[in-house]
């Protein structure tokens, strides 16, 4: 840890001397740094192994071998490990796992709330419909029955402001 941070001894401990607080020489996952030292080691190290954080979101590590690419997301304490050649993600994974305890979860199929769909043709769809749906449980609409719209499909909306001042003018 970068600063000195102290705690106060728990109750149980006993301690030769006369002590009453003790100073804590590695984080803990509760303590205020916690996070932002998990951040910096994971920085580093996926730094060391080649990566690059992407200019546009600092959660985001890019590496590219001989024309493949590996991505590396993080987002809190989970990892997204993807990329054009599978064995780039099998080398990257077991480095990582090399420094950090990991368990793979095989293939992502959800990450941050968003479904993530192969398709046939070697694309990959986003789709939210499970969040849909619990939005639609929760308000009480999930049995709804879609219908269609009672306006015609080329009425041309106008704010409020500009109708006011159209009913005025004739």
């Not at 840890?1 to 607080?21: A, L, N």
């Not at 990582?96 to 479904?115: H, N």
Request: net charge negative.
């Amino acid at each position: 840890m970068k600063e000195k941070v102290y705690c106060v001894i728990p109750e149980g401990v006993e301690m030769d001397g006369d002590f009453d607080c003790l100073e804590l020489v590695k984080a803990i996952y509760g303590l205020k740094q916690a996070s932002r030292m998990w951040n910096e080691t994971f920085d580093e190290f996926v730094c060391f192994m080649g990566f690059e954080a992407s200019a546009f979101d600092p959660c985001l590590y890019i590496k590219v071998v001989d024309g493949h690419c590996v991505l590396v997301l993080v987002y809190v304490d989970d990892v997204l490990v993807t990329g054009s050649s599978l064995e780039l993600i099998a080398q990257t994974k077991a480095d990582l796992k090399t420094r950090f305890e990991m368990t793979d979860s095989g293939k992502c199929t959800f990450v941050l709330g968003i479904e993530l769909v192969d398709e046939s043709d070697g694309s990959v769809t986003m789709c939210q419909r499970r969040y849909v749906n619990d939005i639609l449980k929760r308000f009480g609409m999930y049995e709804c029955k879609a219908t269609a719209s009672p306006v015609d499909l080329s009425t041309r909306l106008v704010a409020s402001s500009e109708a006011a001042n159209r009913r005025s003018v004739s």
